[in-house]
């Protein structure tokens, strides 16, 4: 027996963690992985409105915070801290959202959205409908700070959990 799978073994009353093929974050068409670890990826969000706006997902199939191990929710805090800290260092956001939903694609996945005064959907949410549809003169340099946040985080999220 693994290591790995002694750390995962639970005694919660879950459903099979196993990937599905009907999952689009199990078996993704296409996504930009910016890090991977043993629990977690971390992907660009590829909205582009919104320069760094990432998804963290979970690499096994979860649908509830309260179904992961010990491991996985000490790394997701973790790596949502220090995403949440190079984030707001690099792209000097007005503000930061931490989301997670689930309710179109019951998956654990979290979005973290950096978000700014003049965004398009500012201060409403992303799925909300769009508030202005000016392009603020500050995107061209958001997109480039959010192009170094993404060159950083592969070694930022890899010192946060090993």
């Known amino acids: ?6 750390l995962m073994k639970s005694d919660k009353d879950e459903p099979s963690s196993a990937l599905r093929s009907d999952c689009s974050l199990c078996v993704p068409e296409k996504e930009v992985v910016i890090w991977r670890g043993a629990f977690w990826r971390l992907i660009d969000a590829g909205d ?20 992961l191990a010990k491991p996985e929710r000490e790394q997701l805090f973790s790596l949502l801290q220090v995403i949440d800290e190079s984030m707001r260092q690099e792209l000097k956001p007005t503000k930061i959202n931490i989301a997670s939903l689930g309710n179109q694609v019951p998956h654990m996945h979290w979005h973290i959205i950096p978000r700014w005064h003049d965004d398009p ?26 192009q170094r946040l993404f060159a950083k985080l592969p070694k930022l999220c890899a010192k946060a959990v090993y």
């Open 1 to 6: 027996m693994s290591i790995l799978s002694i």
């Open 48 to 67: 582009t409105s919104i320069p760094g706006y990432l998804r963290l997902i979970v690499n096994r199939h979860i649908t509830e915070l309260s179904w």
């Open 121 to 146: 959907y500012f201060p409403q949410s992303l799925w909300s409908t769009a508030q202005r549809d000016t392009v603020s003169p500050e995107q061209d340099a958001r997109h480039q700070a959010a």
